[in-house]
Structures are given as structure tokens and as C-alpha cells.
């Protein structure tokens, strides 16, 4: 397929030209989300588990009720 996504799009689309709000969806939500398929998937979940794991530790930092898209903004300290 053409790999195409709706959401990644609403994402990185504005990123790329320095917004980071473009997908208003909270970290905390796609935390819950993650943490419920991770259940219901059991050994089968490694990578919704690593990627539950960011996320939680978002939202343990209190970055939770920030956008998904904000984790694109770079940070000067992250390099």
C-alpha cells in the first residue's frame, strides 16, 4: 500500500512547517490506548509495549494532556 496516514499526516504536516499542535489527540488518551491493546495482546505486544512505555513516561512527567503531535517538537537537549 501507499502507507498513508490520515493521522501522521495531521501530524507531521505542520511540524515540518514549525506547529506542533496538528493532532489534538492527548498523550494521556493514546497512553490509556496503548495500555489497553498491550493487555489484550498479551507476549504478542512488544512494540505497543515500547511504545506504551514513551508514553507513559510522558504522562508520569506531566506531559499528558499535550498533543501526540507535540512530541515531534524538537528539544535543543535532545541531541
Known amino acids: 500500500?501507499?502507507?498513508r496516514?490520515?493521522?501522521l499526516e495531521k501530524?507531521?504536516?505542520p511540524a515540518l512547517r514549525g506547529g506542533f499542535d496538528g493532532?489534538?489527540?492527548?498523550?494521556?488518551?493514546?497512553?490509556?490506548?496503548?495500555r489497553y491493546a498491550v493487555?489484550?495482546?498479551g507476549p504478542r505486544a512488544e512494540l505497543a509495549r515500547?511504545?506504551?512505555d514513551v508514553l507513559a513516561r510522558h504522562v508520569a512527567e506531566g506531559r499528558g494532556d499535550a498533543f501526540v503531535s507535540r512530541m515531534l517538537e524538537?528539544?535543543?537537549d535532545a541531541f
Do not use: Q, T, Y
Open 1 to 3: 500500500g501507499a502507507a
Open 50 to 52: 515500547a511504545a506504551h
Open 5 to 7: 496516514s490520515g493521522m
Open 23 to 34: 493532532s489534538r489527540f492527548a498523550i494521556r488518551n493514546a497512553e490509556k490506548d496503548l
Open 74 to 76: 524538537p528539544h535543543p
Open 39 to 41: 493487555a489484550a495482546l
Open 11 to 13: 501530524a507531521v504536516g
